[in-house]
T-cell receptor, first 112, second 114 residues
Framework: EDQVTQSPEALRLQEGESSSLNCSYT??????LFWYRQDPGKGPEFLFT???AGEEKEKERLKATLTKKESFLHITAPKPEDSATYLC?????????????FGSGTRLSIRP | DTGVSQNPRHKITKRGQNVTFRCDPI?????LYWYRQTLGQGPEFLTY????????KSRLLSDRFSAERPKGSFSTLEIQRTEQGDSAMYLC????????????FGNGTRLTVT
């Protein structure tokens, strides 16, 4: 069964302290891996799509990378406004290609 | 592009009552998804439409849940005989349907069943 596991569940950093969030996945053929940001009381906001191992995408202080088993979301010199829950999701090939499965997310808190 | 719109934003209902939520997707998107999210968890897939056809339903979707998308435009999600366990955020998302196109989410309807 397709599965997505994110770690850590929660992460507290000081402003400017760089770190990484992990997303491990098990899927029968990866079609795409997605990263989303979710603020309290709002729907997830799309950040990146990664398609194949070795691929990297960047946006401001965020960089997403992908291997055959996991993805990392690196955050460089974070600011308090980067505080949010970061969700990873995968889309598999095959009969359930339409379904996108989410992990439980990492709650990131940046202290000023 | 006005984004995905969901109504109402909040709904409080008594156990046993029926509720209906509405989702208006991004206008040119032909795929529409419903997800459910509880506190501290990621969104759980419920069902998916391509235009007006409901192509996949999760095993989570009991027979008390029904979704429609008449004419391939807006969608409704109805929950009959609500239970306290139905309390959650119900999220709607749409996508263009091209390969690997990302989901664009609305801000959800928060349901509280008392």
């Amino acid at each position: 069964e397709d599965q997505v596991t994110q770690s850590p569940e929660a992460l507290r950093l000081q402003e400017g302290e760089s770190s990484s969030l992990n997303c491990s996945y098990t899927v029968s053929g990866l079609r795409g891996l997605f990263w989303y940001r979710q603020d309290p009381g709002k729907g997830p906001e799309f950040l990146f799509t990664l398609y194949s191992a070795g691929e990297e995408k960047e946006k401001e202080r965020l960089k997403a990378t992908l291997t055959k088993k996991e993805s990392f979301l690196h955050i460089t010199a974070p600011k308090p406004e980067d505080s949010a829950t970061y969700l990873c999701a995968v889309q598999a090939r095959g009969s359930s290609a339409s379904k996108i499965i989410f992990g439980s997310g990492t709650r990131l808190s940046i202290r000023p | 592009d006005t984004g995905v719109s969901q109504n109402p934003r909040h709904k409080i209902t008594k156990r046993g009552q029926n509720v209906t939520f509405r989702c208006d997707p991004i206008s040119e998107h032909n795929r529409l998804y419903w997800y459910r999210q509880t506190l501290g968890q990621g969104p759980e897939f419920l069902t998916y439409f391509q235009n007006e056809a409901q192509l996949e339903k999760s095993r989570l979707l009991s027979d008390r849940f029904s979704a429609e998308r008449p004419k391939g435009s807006f969608s409704t999600l109805e929950i009959q005989r609500t239970e306290q366990g139905d309390s959650a955020m119900y999220l709607c998302a749409s996508s263009s349907g091209t390969v690997n196109s990302p989901l664009h989410f609305g801000n959800g309807t928060r349901l509280t069943v008392t």
